[in-house]
Structures are given as structure tokens and as C-alpha cells.
């Protein structure tokens, strides 16, 4: 495999290439995620912005406060690095970014600019156009999102180790509950499990997440359980509940790791299940294979989407079919595209999401679990590994 | 203490007597702290937006994906709770977040409406603004800030849990690195620490963060370690790296409990150091003393910046001096206000920042405690209370 900052040269290169053919002649990326693929700068924490900027002919320019100049001159690809602000002896050009912005951009007289319109806010936008001149702001994403959708040979490598660790801290919460111990003691032991993996065999990639404009993500490695109920609420914070004789349990684990996830789910049965819980767990697994029968290059999205649905129709599920039954995965948790209706995407080799049909009802719980898969040549390979049929837990 | 109802039903209270001083009709709230401080509702993952419908005179109007619905009717203050896209069997009243606020906002016929202007994308509010005729946008955030800053009972007491968390995953964090753990090992083992102690003394409150458009952090955690010129980079994650005698290392924490944060942060010294550290970390503590010696309502808040700025000069750092020596915590692990030049606002009861004052370099490394402390009614107490003067361990 080649080093990061060969692949991340190439995206940069396929990117200019993008904006050549729709004919903008400059962009400025903010969103954390978006710096990062292009520049290999993650802050971590976010609360002093990062921007990009990124023409068609020229070196890309990253703009960082002086606070993160050290850092960003260890891991950016580019070696064109300027400052805003006043921290330490870090080379200032001004002392804001909107600033600074102001000086990169005048000399180049742009009428028409590109930015990420879903991510930047009004303030900013307004106060760049006002300032500048920019007649006309196009939107960034649809270039790039073609761009993310399909992995590279590094960030495949990232996401096999993501779900190394997805699977560690699944099966140890999934352990830690069989042992008795409440969901919020379980996911604590899940974690740690991960980083115990993470800081022996892959601390040579970092764990950190991508900051919002307040805070930041030090560590991205999540278990978390849902119980019962719990599970129709999608997600939140693992309680102090034991999972008891009867119970329906959902064990969970994000992780990232070089900047890329992985996600692993696993529904848990807890001694015997009443009937309506026993039909959902048979109609999920029912539903993912009729989605893993169908997984190569070639087919539609929606087409996986719709086969899932038909299942849990054909089982009395009708009135509570999910919206979606897996989205991308790659720099966010939650990536472009949605395995979903209107999706007429194909599945074409190295794209990589999350194959997870579920239900949930407030009534009795839900049944659902998770598998990060990558599309091969002519089929696929999924990339988490745990058992995938009927998983059993004794009572607490 | 009041149950956490009572006390957001008064910060809407609060709120809502502030819009109408400012003759605003109406307000919509998306960022996911703002959509919290004033329903109590934490998604977790925020891929589906969450939004908080505000007028002077109405019950407040929470606008969730169908995916949140059952979820947030756990966690509201307001049972006003409509739902958009489509999930389950969750009532929906549109397709898309855009068309259900379309539907909302229509029949009250807004022209001045207030966003928050430095988070909302320009793609979000132009739609909003053009379907229904809005001319006027107001940015909401100057009402919601001050507010903010004034700490209730319950969230202090968040912050106090908070604190408690952290002290011991610095400390925890500490230990390990004095044992000759790499950096990556100890914060395993401070942030194991942490949760350990959340789950068997605080889980009733939520260690869940807020989410970004793309993810969510089930988990907020932290501990992470820096050492000699990594002190340089603020944040990082932490490394294979095991501090050895005469280097100089940082070790800190974050944790939110039920939404709110603390910080601590500590540098060590390891085994003998060299002269520059040694003088650093002696300018870092005098910085320390000299703000708070003077913490206290009615202080400004520039002026404690000035005076541990005063104790660098006096000591040889004049040329990397910080931008700011603390900063606000909360909802964010970094609030409005910064104790920062320019900041002419005047300490108050109830308010909690950071005290921070560090100076680092690329050479050399660095030095900075930092502690969360609430301000009383003539003085201030630390919530952070691990030892505060020089640390040492031995070498690795």
C-alpha cells in the first residue's frame, strides 16, 4: 500500500478535475470531515475552524488558527499552510479568519465560488460574499460526495481495523451482559475491551472523531445498549438496567479509526422471548438475507431496500417499516447514501455501508443487527465478523 | 433541588421574555445544545435534525424525524412534540424536516423570525426564508448567551458530577503514566476510570454529547495525554509514546454529565527537567495564582487575562503568549465567554469557566493546569479539585 499523503494527493487531483468540469474555479471546504479527506488535517477539536482552499491549478491552501499550526504542519499533505489569530509565536496574516479568508481570496477576484452550502452558516456565507464580491455560490457536496462514496486502499485498511474493533467491543458488552451486569456497566466493559485492542495492535491511527465549532472528539470508540422499549428510541445513553429473562437486547459499537468507521450491531435474546419478540428477530434475519443474497456491483440500492420490506410485510410487520436498512459509512457514522427508497444508485466495487434491516416498536422493543460490508468484485465481504443468526443470552 | 423540568420550563420562561423585549414573533432552534437547553431533549445522533419551534406566547413546538419520536416523548418538556419523514408507525405530518416547518410556520404568517445565524446552513434558512416570505432574519444567539453563562442549581450540579469524573480520569490517568504505560495505555486506563465510576455512581445521568449532522458521541468521556512538543498541537490523540525523565507531559480530561462539562488538566514533570520547562511550569503557576487571587463577581474578565499574561512577560515568554487563559463550559466543552483581551463582561455569581493560563512551544514543549470553577457570591470554588501545584512523577 501507498503512504496517506499519496492518496490523499489523488482525491485532491480527481477533485480538481471535478471542479474544472463544472467550471468553478475555487472552493472553500469547512467541514471538518471534508478538510480531512482532502488535506489529512483532523484538529480534533473544531473550535478554532480549519478551512481549505482548493482551485484547479494551484497547491490547495490550508488556513488554521495559530493555535493548530504545529499540528497541522505534522499532518497536512500540503506544505501551504497559513494562520489567523494570535496564539504563541505561530506567523499570523490576520487577526480573524474571516479575515485572513479576505486576503486569500481578493487577489484571485472570484465571481463564482464553491462552498458546502448544507454545512456553512449564514454568517459566514454573507460575510465572504459581501466582502468579496462572489455573485454566484455553488454547492460543493454533490461534487464531492461521488468523490467519498467510493474507498480507497487506505481507507479500507482503516475500516477493516474499525471493524476489528466494532467486533471486540460488541462481543464483550454481549459478554458482559450474560455475565449480569447492567447496560451501562456492559458498555463500559465494551469500550474499554476496544481501547485495550486499539492502544496494543492500532495506536498508530488515531481514535479521535471530528470536533463541532464548541468541542471536540477525542475518542470515537461507543458500545451502547438499548433494551426493550429502549430500542424504538433509535439511540441514547446506556442505562443502569440488567436485561432480565424475556427481554429483548441490542448491543452496539461504533468505532473510527484513521478517521473512518465502522458500526457492528447485535440483537440479544435473554432466555425465552415472547411470540411477537421471537417473529421479529426470524423476520430481521429473514430481511438481511434477502439483502446479503443480492449484495454485488450492479445492483440498485433501492432495489436491496425494497426486497428487506417485502420480508417484514410478508410477516405482519407492515405497520412499522423502517425508513432506511443501512447508510455509508466512511468519515461520519452516518455517510451518503441511504440503502433506501428513491436511492437509484448502483453498488459498485469499494463502496462500503452497513446492511441493517430492522423493526422497532415501543410496545415490545425491536430486532435488528448491523454489519459494515465492503462490495467486491462480484460480490461482497463483510467487514465485521461476529456471529450473525440468533444470539442467546441467559437471564441477568 | 427542582426536577430538571421545572428548571427548563423557567429557562424558556427566560426566553421567551427575551424575544418579546426584542419584538421577535418567533424563533426556530436547530443546533442540537440550543434544542437541549430548552426541551431536554438530547437525540444523541443528530443525522435527523431536531428542531424547537419558540414564539413569546405559545407552548414550545418540538419537531422530530419519526426515528426520534418515542424518544423525545420520554425526554420533552413540552408535550407539543410533531414528527416528520417517515418510520415505524410514528405520526408524520410531511415528507421532509423542510416541509413539516413549512407547514408549522405558514399559518402564523412570520416576517422577522430569528435563527441562529452562525449555525444554520445557508442552504437550510434560504429555503425556509423563500417558501414562507420571511424578510427579516435576527440572530438568536446574542439572546440565548446570556442566559447561558448564569448556571441554574441543576446544571451546576452537572458540572459538579462532571468534575468528579474528571478528577479522577486525570488522575487515574496520571498513575498509569507513572507505572511506564505509553500514552495510549493511560488514557485507556483513565478513561476506563471514568466510566467506571459513571456507572456505578452517576448513571442516571446521561454521559451522551451532542451529535453533528453525520454522527453522534454516545460517550463524552475523555482523557488524553500530550508530551514535550505534542503539548504544541492543544489537542491530539494520544500516542505510543512513554514520557521518559526529563520530559515534560499533559494530561487532561472532559466529561458531560447529563449534557454538561468539566475540564481538568494537569502537567507533570517527569524525573529532572531542563531549564526552560522547570521556569515554564513556575511562570504557569504564578499565571494560576495571579487570576485567582482576584476571582471574584465584579472582576472583568480581560483583566484576569492581564494579569497572568503580566506573570509570562515578567518571565521571560513574552513571545508565545496565549490567546486566552480560559474559557466558558456547559452544554459545549468550550462556551461563550473566553477570558480573553476584549472581554469586558463582569464576573457573576453562578457563572463557570476554565482557568488555564499555559504557554507552549514547538521546542520545548509546554505547561498548563487547568481547572472548572463556579464563581460564588464573593469568591469562587473549584469543582476540579485534584493537587494544583507541581506534579511530578518518575521516569518511565
Known amino acids: 500500500m501507498e503512504t496517506i499523503k499519496t492518496y490523499v494527493k489523488r482525491r485532491i487531483e480527481k477533485f480538481q478535475t471535478a471542479l474544472k468540469e463544472a467550471d468553478i474555479p475555487g472552493a472553500l471546504l ?32 490550508l488556513l488554521v488558527h495559530c493555535l493548530r499550526y504545529n499540528h497541522a504542519r505534522e499532518e497536512s499533505v500540503t506544505d501551504n499552510i497559513r494562520c489567523y489569530a494570535k496564539w504563541g509565536d505561530a ?12 486576503k486569500l481570496l481578493i487577489p484571485r477576484k472570484f465571481r463564482r465560488f464553491a462552498f458546502e452550502m448544507d454545512y456553512v452558516s449564514v454568517n459566514f456565507h454573507r460575510g465572504i460574499c459581501k466582502r ?111 436485561p432480565e429473562s424475556g427481554d429483548i437486547s441490542l448491543s452496539m459499537a461504533w468505532a473510527s479509526l484513521g478517521g473512518y468507521h465502522a458500526e457492528n450491531e447485535r440483537s440479544l435474546q435473554v432466555g425465552i422471548l415472547i411470540e411477537t419478540r421471537e417473529n421479529a428477530y426470524e423476520a430481521m434475519l429473514a430481511a438481511r438475507k434477502s439483502i446479503f443474497d443480492r449484495l454485488k456491483p450492479g445492483v440498485i440500492f433501492e432495489d436491496l431496500y425494497a426486497a428487506a420490506i417485502e420480508e417484514f410485510k410478508s410477516r405482519g410487520f407492515e405497520d412499522i417499516i423502517p425508513g432506511r436498512v443501512g447508510h455509508g459509512v466512511g468519515l461520519s457514522a452516518h455517510e451518503f447514501p441511504s440503502v433506501a427508497p428513491g436511492n437509484k444508485l448502483a453498488l459498485e466495487k469499494n463502496m462500503i455501508f452497513t446492511v441493517e434491516p430492522g423493526i422497532m416498536d415501543l410496545k415490545w422493543g425491536g430486532a435488528r443487527h448491523s454489519d459494515t460490508v465492503l462490495i467486491t468484485d462480484d460480490g461482497y465481504e463483510s467487514l465485521t465478523q461476529l456471529p450473525n443468526g440468533k444470539i442467546s443470552i441467559k437471564a441477568g
Not at 471538518?32 to 491552501?61: G, K, M, T
Not at 506567523?91 to 479576505?102: C, H, L, Q, V
Open 30 to 61: 469547512a467541514k471538518p470531515e471534508d478538510v480531512f479527506y482532502l488535506s489529512n488535517f483532523n484538529p480534533v477539536l473544531n473550535s478554532h475552524p480549519v478551512y481549505l482552499l482548493i482551485q484547479p491549478e494551484e497547491e490547495p491552501c
Open 91 to 102: 506567523p499570523s496574516m490576520a487577526p480573524t479568519a474571516d479575515e485572513a479568508i479576505e
Open 132 to 242: 468579496l464580491g462572489i455573485e454566484e455560490s455553488i454547492d460543493v457536496t454533490p461534487l464531492l460526495n461521488p468523490l467519498k462514496i467510493i474507498k480507497d486502499p487506505w481507507e479500507i485498511d482503516c475500516i477493516r481495523g474499525a471493524a476489528a474493533l466494532v467486533d471486540r467491543g460488541v462481543e464483550r458488552t454481549i459478554e458482559a451482559l450474560d455475565q449480569g451486569l447492567s447496560e451501562a456497566e456492559a458498555c463500559t466493559e465494551g469500550q474499554y475491551s476496544m481501547r485495550k485492542l486499539w492502544s496494543s495492535k492500532y495506536s498508530d491511527r488515531e481514535v479521535s472523531g471530528f470536533g463541532t465549532s464548541e468541542g471536540g472528539m477525542i475518542d470515537s470508540l461507543f458500545a451502547w445498549s438499548l433494551t426493550n422499549e429502549h430500542i424504538a428510541y433509535g439511540t441514547d445513553c446506556p442505562r443502569k438496567i440488567v
